[in-house]
């Protein structure tokens, strides 16, 4: 019932009240310590009252509990040296990592405890010293394997066409090689070597992502824009592209053209989950990401249903004309395709100025010119703008927080030895088995006295324009000189109170 009782206050809107009421059931707790304290008990989804705190962004209850935790070990003037309990955010040791809740909660407010005292320092201390130098290795191991894989592509096993073509439009020379012939030169073993490299990759891919998506759960693994959700799946996507193709070349099918040009493009857009790494391209890896699965995924509903009347459009009005002529509507496929270059202005409208055009095709590429380029891609650019504006006001807290999220992804998957655990034992200062942080705090008491000497002087200040205007609004007759006087006497007296407020701060200097 107390532990029930703590969780239910971590939710409470008045912060004091609810402060209190922790301390006072925690008085009566026999279990102050070890496993057996009603605050290390978890609720059904498995939080304890501190991890409940950081998790709804109840910075207020958090900073307490905080407060209860830490150990002054040592003061001397301004300089004081705390030491932290960090037992439930160090995420070296916990399958449920407070970091890692508080970066996959949608509560923006949660956010804000990434800048706060001891998980601001705790993350610099893990980014600094292991986070950035493993991940800038692991950004240019991936580049290394992506070029390998490249090319392989371009020098991938094809031999001439020796078959006669069946149709004018038919341009195909090469065609792909079966397997007894894909391997039997010099040059073919050492492209060999790197697709056994890309093929590991693969494989290495999987057995890393899966884990991860059994531990936390497809849709909230895959639906995070900061724990870097569609660069899962686009990692995951590559690698069952390069396994299709492996089984292709070994079953010697045609058509490996189609999973391999969609590796190329996955496995190198996939090079941008690596800008966050760096403060200056972080930000903007998000703000793709949420143009691409927000704005244009809806964006492309409304595209798709243009596209498909205006291509059926223009394919029945060139239904009966001669390909030759005007090919880009010869069949179906093709009117679509043309429709989809025509809507994003990358061609012009197709005409043949030579040839009779008939006259429906002028009606309707001058409704699609309107609809489309007028009207939908400036809608277009209108949501994107607004997407980039939401998104610049916070691009400190979301890099903050993809550090945060890559730097338990590391943890997780390097093995303790390249990665110790941060922090000090508290056996070392008789504090038992739990772990803490070691901060020093610079104290300046002289910053507190000009405070109140500036909320002392505006004061002051606020009266004497108080009393001026009184004395204004008491005579509308005489206002001029009532003005004036009042404005004298202001300047007088604020003079008087100023030269007195630098009296007190020159004697205590």
């Given amino acids: ?21 922790y301390s006072l059931i925690l008085s009566y707790d026999r279990n102050k310590e070890g ?26 209850m958090f ?52 800048d706060l005292t001891p998980v601001k320092e705790l993350v610099s201390l893990k980014w600094n010293m292991y986070g950035r130098p493993y991940f800038c290795f692991l950004a240019l191991f991936y580049i290394l394997y992506m070029v390998c894989f490249t090319m392989c592509c371009v020098y991938r096993p094809l031999k001439p066409r020796m078959g006669n073509r069946t149709s004018s439009r038919d341009n195909t020379v090469y065609v792909q090689k079966m397997l007894q012939e894909s391997y039997v030169a010099y040059e073919d073993e050492l492209r060999l070597v790197g697709e056994l490299i890309t093929v590991i990759g ?16 497809a849709a909230k693994y895959f639906g995070q824009t900061i724990l870097g959700g569609p660069f899962h799946i686009i990692v995951i996507t590559y690698a069952c592209m390069i396994l299709v193709t492996m089984v292709m070349r070994l079953t010697s099918t ?109 009606v309707v590429y001058f409704a699609f010119a309107i609809i489309a380029t007028l009207l939908m891609l400036n809608l ?21 927080a993809q550090v945060v999220a890559t730097t338990v992804m590391l943890e997780r998957k390097l ?8 922090g000090i034992c508290g056996r070392e200062f008789g504090l038992g088995d739990r772990w803490y942080l070691r901060i020093e705090d610079r104290v300046d008491p002289n910053k507190h006295k000009m405070m109140r000497y500036t909320e002392a002087f505006k ?47 020159r004697r205590n200097t």
């Fill in 459 to 505: 004061a002051q200040d606020r009266d004497n324009y108080d009393k001026g205007s009184e004395k204004l609004e008491t005579n509308r007759d005489t206002l001029c000189k009532k003005e004036l006087s009042a404005l004298s006497l202001s300047r007088s007296t604020s003079r008087t109170s100023s030269h007195r407020g630098w009296e007190i701060l």
């Fill in 415 to 422: 093995p303790r030895c390249l990665w110790p655990r941060s």
């Fill in 202 to 217: 693969a494989v290495v891919i999987l057995v890393l992502e899966i884990p991860d998506i059994l531990r936390v759960g």
């Fill in 35 to 60: 496993p057996g304290s009603l605050e290390l008990i978890p609720n059904n989804e498995g939080l304890s009252p501190f991890k409940l705190a950081g998790v709804e962004g109840n910075t207020v």
């Fill in 63 to 114: 900073q307490y509990l905080m407060q209860k935790r830490k150990q002054n070990l040592w003061s001397f003037g301004p300089l004081t040296t705390v030491l932290y309990d960090i037992t439930e955010i160090d995420s070296w040791a916990e399958d449920q990592s407070f970091l890692e809740l508080i970066v996959s909660t949608k509560k923006r407010e949660a956010r804000q405890i990434l």
């Fill in 254 to 362: 045609t058509g490996e053209v189609v999973p391999m040009s969609f590796a190329l493009v996955l496995g190198w857009c996939n090079v941008m989950y690596f800008a966050r790494g760096f403060q200056m391209l972080g930000p903007f890896t998000i703000m793709i990401q949420k143009m691409i699965f927000g704005d244009l995924m809806r964006f492309c509903w409304l595209m798709a249903v243009v596209i498909l009347g205006f291509a059926s459009a223009f394919y029945i009005i060139f239904q009966t004309e001669n390909p030759e002529n005007l090919g880009q509507f010869y069949n179906y496929p093709m009117s679509l395709f043309t429709t989809f270059e025509l809507f994003l202005t990358i061609i012009d409208g197709p005409a043949n100025y030579d040839v009779d055009l008939p006259f429906m095709y002028s």
């Fill in 380 to 400: 277009l650019i209108a949501m994107m703008g607004d997407t980039h504006w939401r998104v610049a006001h916070e691009q400190d807290e979301l890099w903050r």
């Fill in 1 to 21: 019932i107390g532990n029930t009782v703590l969780h239910i206050l971590v939710l409470q809107p008045n912060k004091t009240f609810a402060c209190h009421m």
